[in-house]
């Protein structure tokens, strides 16, 4: 029987060519804030010329929406895939919230540069606030959650995560238990009970670590 062989499959050279420069950019900003990021930094780290960047982005800004894109939706995609079946909010937000810290654990470069390029791309925010608003708002219909304020409690949700993300690159949460206790305390300022937030939040911790 003849052997098949398989092609590998490569992207459109334009294609290829943003992808280089995005991976550029991400690798600098794992090291250096996004904002005092040049263009001439990333051409170089690219190994392409500033003329060839201004073909694929007009300015930096647009460059850091893209990276924002790039870090924080595949993963959020990634975290909805996971819990399709779940319909309680409460576990949902567990869940996306618990897949953040996993990844940051997993690859601190990701966890850099989402640091970094969030503080200069507005755009992050609205990615990351709009799944964990539709399942808090999803937990306050169900009774779950009390909240006089959806903005106050979006805040206190990616703020926690952010600080928990830099306690994890920063050396200061090497226990995994901190991931669970963090979750919890969230739950807990929501109106979850401590044995009902403890609960949801080793839950999640124990399905998000289970998948490879």
Not at 12 to 19: I, L, S
Not at 35 to 63: P, Q, R
Request: charged share 25%; hydrophobic share 45%; glycine share 6%.
């Amino acid at each position: 029987m003849a052997r098949i062989k398989h092609r590998k499959v490569l992207l459109p050279k334009r294609e290829r060519t943003r992808a280089q420069i995005m991976s550029a950019a991400l690798r600098l900003f794992a090291v250096k804030d996004a904002g005092e990021t040049s263009i001439a930094e990333v051409s170089a780290e690219a190994e392409v010329a500033n003329g060839t960047f201004y073909n694929y982005f007009k300015t930096k800004e647009e460059l850091l929406e893209a990276s924002a894109l790039a870090l924080a939706e595949a993963l959020v995609e990634k975290s909805a895939q996971l819990i399709p079946e779940i319909t309680d909010g409460a576990e949902r937000m567990a869940y996306g919230g618990m897949t953040f810290l996993k990844k940051a654990r997993e690859d601190m470069n990701w966890g850099w540069a989402l640091i970094r390029v969030a503080a200069a791309a507005p755009r992050m925010s609205e990615i990351l606030r709009a799944q964990p608003l539709k399942d808090m708002q999803k937990a306050v219909k169900a009774g779950k959650f009390i909240i006089e304020s959806e903005e106050a409690a979006l805040g206190l949700y990616i703020g926690a995560l952010h600080y928990g993300i830099r306690n994890i690159l920063e050396g200061r949460a090497k226990k995994y238990s901190h991931d669970i206790e963090l979750i919890a305390l969230v739950l807990r300022a929501y109106g979850l009970s401590g044995k009902a937030s403890n609960n949801v939040s080793q839950k999640a911790f124990d399905r998000v670590w289970a998948v490879k």
